[in-house]
């Protein structure tokens, strides 16, 4: 299970940051990362973190969030900055014990309930 915390309502060009915290320990996901799900549309990938360090970035992420995790805390984080009002979304914290790729895109096999984002202009 995965426990996301840290949404609420900002005003456009403010930060947020989203937390996540897996039941298990985090050493046993080799890859992690965030969905995000806006009003009326498809989920998107926003950014993902692998075991081994490497990061990937939807377009609409890079230069303002940033993905990272504190081992000792056990907690995975999504630093929104700059935040516009299209980055209203749930945001979703996904894992996966194994990263496989299908149709080009990581699977994950773990899902948490989902934290509202709202942007204001």
């Known amino acids: 299970q995965l426990a996301e915390s840290g949404g609420g309502l900002v005003q456009a060009g403010g930060s947020l940051r989203l937390s996540c915290v897996p039941s298990?320990?985090?050493?046993?996901?080799?890859?992690m990362g965030w969905y995000r799900q806006p009003p009326g549309n498809e989920r998107e990938l926003v950014a993902i973190?692998?075991?081994?360090?490497?990061?990937h970035y939807a377009d609409s992420a890079k230069g303002r969030f940033t993905i990272s995790k504190d081992t000792d805390k056990n907690t995975l984080y999504l630093q929104m900055n700059s935040l516009k009002p299209e980055d209203t979304a749930v945001y979703y914290c996904v894992a996966n014990h194994v990263i496989q790729i299908v149709s080009g895109k990581p699977t994950f096999e773990s899902w948490g309930q989902g934290t509202q984002v709202t942007v204001s202009s």
């Open positions: 973190l692998t075991s081994d360090g490497q990061t």
């Open positions: 298990g320990s985090i050493f046993s996901f080799n890859i």
